[in-house]
């Protein structure tokens, strides 16, 4: 969306004042709480000078700060902006699959999380790259996991800053004309996350998520029940859907979207869903949520409550149907039409001013909150997995944690640039691929909380191929309307013309090939790395002692060293 | 490995992950199953099919993950009672 190829006579956007200055208020008073969060639960003696305490919050939340706060890291602006927008444009495919796959994820986390919990809590794994590192004693490994979270974290965080930009545009605040004074309002409001996530870490955005999800909450209560009965209740906006999703276009020849999947796009949908529920907590962030956690069953018994968010977000995607009903025009400042819109235009548009004016502020810090917490994941990964592993082995605490502090305000103002200097939907192809390559860290981290069968250098390899595969086949997606490269991520089985997720194709193919070569290595009885877990070590639960403290009563063994 | 490997947990018994195994793999695959919802009738309240009943898992999901809670935890804490019964020491912590 720069400003520089934009056709000067459209006119600006009104500002809406009210809203406006609703939103700026609440702006305030989160900012003003990320700054408090760093008093929050501190232990005076060590203030946030460690990993665990900046960068877990102390590793001491309970069930309901973690439901904050996982609520908060999952569904994000760009749920909540980019689901019913798919919804609006395309229908079905692109957008309700996000309901079956937030239904999946919990089941799936219930499984495997509370192992990884384990395990970290007794070595003091940060990131999952560590847990990769201290299993399979692979620094290549080690690395590849860290520098895939890395790379697919930036432009998720860039996304974050789309639907910030999104609410900022629909306020009327973004001129045209102006490339600078498009986007000021943006880097503050960037500046000012930078700043609190500085100096509070995990602490701010768990205490933000609260505020952010109660406003959320009453936003999306508010439109499921105001808006259809404004409208004539759900089914004159089904129909309305309906009509507009089977009209056909003319630009490709076939309907506009999908309203219910037909025979043809089952395999498509189900698996999205299943890839994206198997990706999603291998995201960083993810796992920083969850390490975050005060003990092993914190976390499941949050798979059990989590699934509340789910029902929002089926309501919210719907309200990309109300929208179509509604006649919603999301008419970007250079007189496109940007899908993105469509949502902060609804509520702008049916809403009272100063109710709008809630519902865009929580839709823009519900960008802010996961946007803290990725960054401060990602500068983790960069701190252990290639500063501490790489360049300083003898790092102290106090030296992480002023790394990853460091590491995480690089993050933020390059998520930003990308988005000021690229166009957006840069930001949304990077995106899709940042899906397909973290699905691909899946076989290691996974696999290993299970068992040691596979050989790291076969991890390894099937990584790679599943990268390369992924990459490649999502390049040949090719949009039909605008005949560019990384048009979308459904692509068919090689050999076939099943259509799926290209995430789901790649995976399989890093499976086998991780597999086979675990089978050949093994054979030829390549060495593998030392591992440093012990099959208790799954089981422990926070009364249990951490490695430190066995260390400390059987001084056997080398004390913590690395294990390459 | 040099340290010892002191267990934390007892050994398990299979029923309570065996059952919690089913309710979970339930939640995972029904709500995967396209063809068995991808139809606009019956609607309720103006709303097709296909929409409601992915809506519905929600809850039901829940339930389930709810249930594997309490079935996994409860034999959990019998698993740690069991080992804590032999070596004392450990639950001083």
């Known amino acids: 969306m720069s400003g520089l190829t934009v056709p000067l006579a459209v006119p600006d956007r009104p500002i809406n004042g009210v809203a406006l200055t609703i939103v700026i208020i609440l702006f305030v008073l989160v900012a003003a709480l990320g700054f408090f969060a760093a008093r929050w639960r501190r232990e005076e003696a060590t203030g946030l000078h460690s990993l665990d305490e900046w960068g877990l919050g102390g590793r001491g939340f309970g069930t309901w700060v973690t439901w904050f706060l996982l609520g908060g890291d999952l569904y994000t602006a760009y749920t909540f902006v980019a689901v019913p927008a798919a919804m609006w444009a395309t229908g079905a495919v692109s957008g309700f699959f996000a309901v079956p796959y937030t239904i999946v994820l919990y089941p799936i986390v219930f499984l495997l999380m509370s192992r990884l919990w384990s395990v970290s809590h007794r070595h003091g794994f940060v990131t999952p790259a560590d847990f990769v590192g201290g299993r399979y004693g692979s620094k290549a490994l080690t690395v590849a996991v860290a520098v895939t979270g890395i790379v697919a974290t930036m432009p998720y965080i860039a996304l974050q800053l789309v639907g910030i930009k999104a609410v900022l545009t629909v306020l009327g605040l973004g001129s045209a004309e102006n490339v600078l004074l498009t986007d000021l309002p943006l880097i503050i409001a960037f500046v000012v996350l930078a700043a609190y996530t500085y100096t509070s870490g995990l602490r701010a955005p768990a205490l933000i998520a609260v505020v952010k999800d109660l406003l959320i909450y009453l936003a999306v209560i508010v439109a499921v029940i105001y808006l259809p009965i404004k409208f004539g209740g759900w089914g004159t906006i089904f129909d309305s859907a309906e009509a507009k999703l089977g009209a056909v276009n003319p630009a490709t020849g076939k309907p506009a979207g999908v309203f219910i999947p037909g025979a043809g796009s089952y395999s498509a949908y189900w698996t999205l869903a299943l890839g994206s529920a198997l990706a999603l907590f291998m995201y960083p962030h993810s796992i920083t949520g969850v390490l975050a956690t005060k003990s092993r069953n914190t976390i499941r018994k949050n798979a059990a409550v989590l699934p509340l968010y789910s029902l929002m977000l089926g309501f919210l995607a719907l309200l990309g149907y109300a929208a179509i009903y509604a006649g919603t025009k999301p008419i970007d400042l250079n007189g496109a039409i940007n899908p993105q819109l469509v949502v902060p235009q609804l509520f702008l548009d049916h809403f009272p001013d100063w109710f709008a004016g809630i519902a865009l502020a929580a839709i823009a810090i519900g960008a802010l909150v996961p946007a803290a917490i990725m960054s401060i994941a990602a500068a983790n990964l960069f701190t252990r997995n290639i500063y501490r592993d790489l360049i300083r082995p003898d790092a102290k605490p106090r030296q992480e944690a002023k790394v990853s502090k460091i590491a995480s305000l690089v993050v933020k103002f390059g998520a930003l640039i990308f988005v000021i200097a690229m166009d957006q939907s840069a930001a949304i192809n990077m995106q899709l691929l940042g899906g397909i390559w973290i699905l691909q860290t899946f076989p290691a981290i996974v696999a290993g909380l299970y068992t040691r069968w596979f050989h790291r250098w076969a991890l390894f390899c099937g990584w790679a191929a599943g990268i390369i595969y992924g990459t490649i086949a999502a390049y040949n997606v090719v949009n039909p309307v605008t005949k560019a490269n990384f048009g979308g991520s459904i692509a068919a089985i090689p050999g076939t013309d099943v259509q799926v997720y290209i995430a789901v194709v790649a995976f399989v193919i890093n499976l086998i090939v991780a597999a086979g070569l675990s089978l050949v290595l093994r054979a030829f009885k390549v060495p593998d790395g030392k591992d440093i877990t012990r099959s208790s070590d799954y089981g422990a639960d926070e009364n249990d002692p951490k490695v430190a403290e066995i260390q400390r009563e059987y001084p056997l063994g080398e004390p913590g060293g690395p294990a390459f | ?93």
Not at chain 2, 12 to 24: D, E, F, M, S
Not at chain 2, 55 to 63: E, F
């Open chain 2, 1 to 93: 490995m040099s340290i010892p490997d002191a267990p934390t947990r007892g050994p398990a018994r299979p029923g309570p992950y065996v059952i919690a195994g089913i309710l979970l793999a339930t939640a995972i695959v029904v709500p995967l199953f396209v063809p068995a919802y991808s139809i606009d009738e019956p609607r309720l309240a103006g709303m097709p099919f296909f929409y409601w009943y992915q809506m519905m898992w929600i809850p039901v999901t829940a339930g389930l993950v709810g249930c594997s809670y309490w079935l996994i935890t409860k034999e959990d804490r019998r698993r740690r009672e069991a080992v804590r019964g032999t070596t004392g020491a450990e639950d001083e912590r």
